[in-house]
């Protein structure tokens, strides 16, 4: 029989080769919480997991155990040891959890070592890796250098850390790019899929970073909420403390890049979703995003956005052109969004590292990551 996995060190190694994990939890446990490569074949199915856990309650562990094997047994029981050889098979290096590591896992594997197929399980299951992840959110810190890159909507700071080695990208990782126009088509992850890619972003970067313990991690100064998911408490309250680094750029650049990526880049992206109700889609999203803005706008600027963004869709859906889109970005920039960073960077009183157009703060952020890490 393998032994199983339960180190601390091991896991530290297995998140790191990107490895591909059989999970034998149910549907509705693997929706509430997964990792990258992981892949989902049941034990025991959502409906069979119900009826064992009725019977549990009312009968006791071994009545529910037997009512287990009786469920998943025959044809029912090859054709899951099928699945997941086949998955091994196809996934060298695979290892095998359930929830804690129990008998789930456990049978699992004796199933699978009993048709001639041998895979190491996890100890502790699921709920052991991501605590062990939580961990090393929380171990960054306290213990990693943080720089934060800020700047008024539009100026480019995702792309920016995107280019920096040491880049934390917070709102790839939620799906969102973390303004009342940034929810993308295919929703929002799990909280806890949220924190485990992005301690796994964490850990792969700290790991290239190990020899030198200064080079600071950049991030995007965010709010705690980005979309449905929220920052978790110790990483923001190290970000909270950490320096900035802000972003210079002209009006014009600004809107440039939302009509780049909130009007070109969301409209193909719900026509790739929908060639039937692609436009339509993304006109409601557009609106809809809007009218969350609306308390704060107030009735009279509300309904002048409004209108201009009708007749900017209308001249998009008739001729493809979306330059009319220009005069409400620029509006909705000039009006609102900027005047509410103006007021949340005096409220902080954090003076910047560096400030700087974008070129320059890349170049500086790259200099600085060299300079920190040297010197630790």
């Avoid at 190491?120 to 890796?129: S, T």
């Avoid at 330059?323 to 005096?346: G, K, N, S, T």
């Avoid at 320059?360 to 600085?368: C, H, Q």
Wanted: with cysteine; net charge neutral; glycine share 8%.
């Amino acid at each position: 029989m393998t032994l199983p996995i339960t180190a601390n060190t091991a896991f530290r190694a297995l998140f790191l080769a990107d490895t591909p994990f059989l999970d034998v939890r149910a549907e509705a446990e693997f929706q509430r919480g997964r990792f990258p490569g992981s892949c989902n074949l049941p034990i025991l199915n959502d409906p069979e997991r119900e009826r064992v856990g009725t019977c549990y309650k009312r009968e006791g562990q071994a009545a529910a155990v037997a009512l287990g094997h009786d469920l998943v047994s025959g044809e029912l029981r090859d054709a899951r040891i099928r699945g997941w050889a086949d998955f091994v098979r196809s996934n060298p290096g695979a290892h095998l959890y359930c929830w804690r590591g129990g008998m789930r896992s456990q049978l699992a594997q004796q199933w699978l070592a009993a048709a001639g197929v041998r895979v190491p399980r996890i100890e502790g299951g699921y709920k052991a890796l991501r605590n062990f992840l939580l961990a090393e959110i929380d171990a960054c810190a306290a213990e990693q250098p943080l720089v934060l890159i800020g700047g008024r909507t539009g100026s480019a700071k995702t792309p920016l850390i995107r280019a920096l080695a040491s880049g934390i990208d917070l709102e790839h990782h939620a799906n969102h790019r973390g303004s009342s126009f940034g929810r993308m088509p295919d929703g929002s992850p799990a909280q806890a899929d949220f924190e485990n890619v992005l301690a796994i972003d964490i850990l792969r970067k700290r790991a290239r970073l190990s020899g030198t313990p200064g080079t600071p991690l950049f991030l995007e100064d965010e709010s705690r909420a980005i979309g449905a998911v929220h920052m978790p408490q110790a990483l923001w309250l190290a970000m909270k403390a950490a320096p900035v680094a802000l972003v210079d750029m002209p009006l014009a650049f600004r809107v440039d890049q939302i009509l780049r990526e909130y009007v070109h880049q969301m409209t193909a992206l719900y026509e790739a979703r929908s060639p039937d109700t692609g436009f339509d889609d993304f006109a409601t999203y557009l609106r809809d995003s809007l009218q969350r803005l609306a308390r704060r706008l107030g009735a009279v600027r509300l309904d002048a956005l409004r209108a201009a963004l009708d007749d900017a869709l209308a001249t998009q859906r008739r001729s493809g052109d979306c330059e009319a889109h220009r005069a409400w970005i620029e509006r909705l920039l000039v009006e609102y969004y900027d005047p509410m960073y103006d007021y949340q960077l005096e409220k902080q009183q954090r003076q910047p590292l560096f400030r700087g157009d974008w070129d320059a703060v890349l170049a500086w952020a790259r200099d600085y990551a060299v300079h920190a890490g040297r010197v630790s």
